[in-house]
């Protein structure tokens, strides 16, 4: 019974923010690398030097922005370009969802606050059972977003070769970094093992009919059977670990007696 009156300690706010500025360094480094590469198509696709550093600064989404330049570079219009963005966005409305619960104040502070949710900060974050640390997310999020734009601005300065990330194989910094990621999901929660391994799956079997996009959005449907397998409640393992402790506590009375009828023989 002890062990379930004594609570796990909390973590300070200042913790969990240097929790999250540590763990973003990584993220933070494999954006730098990405936006480099994104100052240099965006400028030589004519963009100036002014525009991509802006685009960085309010969009804050390679995967977003790289599809703003495959659009404008194939010929496409601004409002298709647009379009295709917002659409690879807008699943930030479900991620947001998901966090909104921890957000703190009224509408238009936990809309400022809703701006830290990114990819990799919003995994960093996630506590389990659907909670989020809000503060590992902010840390998280508030050394990437420079990293972002200072590599942006790079790439613009200094233009180097489009191509040059690719040849060095730094491009799969990122990948390896969500991959990273998905390990210590996945190590913290069983639950998670089926959605990741048959993720993982079909995409290896889509990948060979489909184009990477799609067969990614293909493979993100497994995250669905995490609906039909809801993790136990804090009841119930709270159940569970006080029969534990009344088990462990009358095996202990069924050993007293014998140490005292010993004594008694002696």
């Known amino acids: 019974m002890d062990s379930l009156r004594s609570a796990k300690p ?7 923010f240097l929790s999250g500025l540590k763990t973003g360094s990584g993220l933070a480094a494999a954006s730098f690398l990405l936006a480099v590469s994104f100052g240099a198509i965006s400028t030589s696709q004519g963009w100036g030097h002014l525009a991509p550093v802006i685009c960085s600064m309010a969009v804050f989404s390679g995967s977003a922005q790289f599809a703003l330049l495959a659009t404008l570079g194939s010929g496409g219009g601004i409002a298709g370009a647009v379009t295709s963005a917002a659409l690879i966005n807008s699943r930030f409305i479900p991620m947001g969802i998901a966090v909104a ?10 809309a400022l606050e809703g701006q830290a949710v990114v990819d990799g900060s919003w995994a960093a974050a996630h506590l389990g059972g659907g909670r989020f640390d809000r503060y590992l997310l902010f840390g998280a999020t508030a050394i990437q977003w420079p990293a972002w734009v200072a590599g942006t601005a790079l790439g613009v300065v200094v233009s180097p070769d489009p191509d040059l990330l690719h040849r060095l194989g730094l491009d799969v910094l990122t990948p390896a970094l969500f991959v990273a990621l998905l390990f210590d999901e996945v190590r913290r929660e069983r639950i998670n093992r089926l959605p ?4 993982a799956v079909l995409a290896a079997g889509l990948i060979v009919f489909l ?11 497994a995250a669905l059977v995490a609906l039909f397998r809801a993790p136990r409640s804090e009841g119930a393992q709270a159940a569970d670990a006080a029969a534990t402790a009344g088990q462990a506590e009358e095996a202990e009375k069924a050993v007293h007696p014998l140490h005292s009828d010993e004594e008694v023989a002696r």
């Not at 909390?10 to 969990?16: E, L, N, Y």
């Not at 619960?101 to 936990?110: H, I």
């Not at 184009?211 to 449907?221: D, K, R």
């Open 196 to 199: 990741a391994l048959l993720g």
């Open 10 to 16: 909390a973590v300070s706010p200042r913790a969990s």
């Open 101 to 110: 619960g921890d957000l703190r104040g009224g509408r238009f502070r936990r």
């Open 211 to 221: 184009p990477a996009g799609p067969a990614l959005v293909g493979a993100a449907l």
